[in-house]
């Protein structure tokens, strides 16, 4: 057990909707990760968040947002949904800003029908 | 052509033996990550590395800056060593760029 939590740990649900997932860090940690895990792109970074402030961005749409509250969990916002968004979604946490040793949640799968 | 290039794609052995998973880059890192996931999905961060050597058990990763290389050995296979290990790089902008993984059965 990583000590990262996601909830919730699968989601069906119809094209053009909107979900959200959230993610709860290890107790200390600051820095907070999404990444999305398809089968036809691998896992892919989307975006960190350091202590409520968004830190890096990587692939992620502009149809999804996120962002980090004061108690450090973080939700991830999807909206406008298409088949191809049915991934699994982690989130990973670390104490520091910088990713040099992070934890990894169990995921959320995400399927779109 | 992917940044970071992973082989083998798939790998079957028997329990017992030694297995090595290679890892190459084509970009500047400051530090490269072995990931193992399990059947289920969950993640499993195994080592964070930026220079020489790491062992942790069965498991030890290399890297070789120079040649953008690293690998991961597993000595001793076993069957619950099945999964997908997937090396991700880090690059200066903090981003993990990801490889596209490993599956590795061990049969008894």
């Known amino acids: 057990d990583s000590g990262v939590t996601q909830t919730p740990k699968h989601l069906i649900t119809a094209t053009g909707q909107r979900v959200t997932l959230r993610c709860s860090p290890r107790?200390?940690?600051?820095?907070v990760y999404w990444y999305q895990q398809s089968l036809d792109q691998g896992l892919q970074f989307l975006i960190q968040?350091?202590?409520?402030?968004?830190?890096a961005k990587g692939n992620i749409l502009e149809r999804f947002s996120a962002q980090q509250f004061p108690d450090l969990h973080s939700e991830l916002n999807l909206s406008s949904l298409e088949l191809g968004d049915s991934a699994l979604y982690f989130c990973?946490?670390?104490?520091?800003?910088?990713?040099?040793?992070?934890?990894f949640g169990p995921g959320t799968r995400l399927t779109v029908t | 052509k992917n940044e970071v290039e992973q082989s083998p794609q798939n790998l079957t052995a028997q329990e017992g033996e030694f297995i090595t998973i290679n890892c190459s880059y084509s970009?500047?890192?400051?530090?490269l990550h072995w990931l193992q996931q399990h059947p289920g999905g969950g993640i499993v961060s195994l080592f964070m590395?930026?220079?020489g050597k790491k062992k942790h058990g069965r498991l030890i990763a290399t890297i070789n800056i120079q040649e953008k290389h690293s690998s991961l050995h597993i000595t001793a296979s076993h069957p619950r060593d099945s999964a997908v290990y997937i090396c991700?790089?880090?690059?200066?902008?903090?981003?993990?760029?990801f490889g596209t993984g490993t599956r590795l059965q061990v049969f008894p």
């Open positions: 990973a946490s670390s104490v520091a800003e910088r990713a040099i040793e992070q934890y």
């Open positions: 107790s200390g940690d600051l820095s």
């Open positions: 968040y350091y202590n409520g402030e968004e830190r």
């Open positions: 970009v500047g890192i400051s530090a």
């Open positions: 590395l930026s220079s």
């Open positions: 991700a790089a880090l690059r200066s902008t903090d981003k993990l760029i």
